[in-house]
């Protein structure tokens, strides 16, 4: 069985930071494109990075780009995302989600993904 679990979630001050990780068994990890997403209230999910396997090119959100990064660790079988100057506006859940197929530009689509973690709460207070 594939499960994916993230951490890391919390209650951060705007402008500060957390790392959140998404930990991975039941997958070859290091084949996988593992992505991260995000759903606020009443709003729809919405990509924010992803890493391919096999090369590990990366890929981000518009808004995210300069203060989130997103990296993996294969023999941890592990991607973390580490987000940095937060701000209200990244309140919500964060999802990792992972695919093996996945191609280029679908990646930022959280419909073409196989698996998914049970999500992190993160809130930002102003």
């Known amino acids: 069985q594939v499960h994916l679990v993230e951490s890391g979630g919390g209650l951060v001050q705007a402008g500060g930071s957390l790392r959140l990780a998404c930990a991975a068994s039941g997958i070859t990890f290091s084949r996988y494109t593992i992505g991260w997403f995000r759903q606020a209230p009443g709003k729809e999910r919405e990509f924010v990075a992803a890493v391919r396997g096999n090369g590990g090119s990366t890929h981000y959100k518009d808004s995210v780009k300069g203060r989130f990064i997103i990296s993996r660790e294969n023999a941890k079988a592990t991607v973390y995302l580490q987000m940095n100057n937060l701000g209200p506006e990244d309140t919500a859940v964060y999802y990792c989600?992972?695919?093996?197929?996945?191609?280029?530009?679908?990646?930022?689509?959280?419909?073409?993904?196989?698996?998914w973690g049970q999500g992190t709460q993160v809130t930002v207070s102003s």
């Open positions: 989600a992972a695919d093996r197929r996945i191609i280029l530009s679908s990646l930022r689509l959280a419909g073409q993904y196989d698996y």
